[in-house]
Nanobody, 124 residues
Framework: QVQLVESGGGLVSAGGSLRLSCAGS????????MGWFRQAPGKEREFVAA????????YVADSVKGRFTISRDNAKNTVYLQMHDLKPEDTAVYYC?????????????????WGQGTQVTVST
């Protein structure tokens, strides 16, 4: 298990940008595939994006494709979510998660470690 702490959330106007960061602690951060999820009040937690532990292969949900980019800096034990053209429907708590031994995790069950989340609010 790795401890994860998200940061970078806040209030932004529609069309704006935010960059979320997730700092991990623990050994072998580069061995974990990393992902981002989000959850709005009254809704299920949904997958946003993930990045493979080794190849750096990334994949994102259709709802954010073309707007969000996930990246990682293993030297800093950090994964990022760069968000552009934010929309009100992007408003949610965003969670960072880590999956060990999975090349392409996508479901909540695939991830064994979770951060506490950071709030993103997009105003109209």
């Amino acid at each position: 298990q790795v401890q994860l702490v998200e940061s970078g959330g806040g209030l932004v106007s529609a069309g704006g940008s935010l960059r979320l960061s997730c700092a991990g602690s623990g050994r072998s951060f580069s061995s974990y595939s990393m992902g981002w999820f989000r959850q709005a009040p009254g809704k299920e937690r949904e997958f946003v994006a993930a990045i493979n532990w080794g190849s750096g292969y990334t994949y994102v949900a259709d709802s954010v494709k073309g707007r969000f980019t996930i990246s990682r800096d293993n030297a800093k034990n950090t994964v990022y979510l760069q968000m552009h053209d934010l929309k009100p429907e992007d408003t949610a708590v965003y969670y960072c998660a880590a999956a060990l031994g999975k090349a392409r995790p996508e479901t909540e069950a695939d991830f064994g470690s979770w951060g506490q989340g950071t709030q993103v609010t997009v105003s109209t």
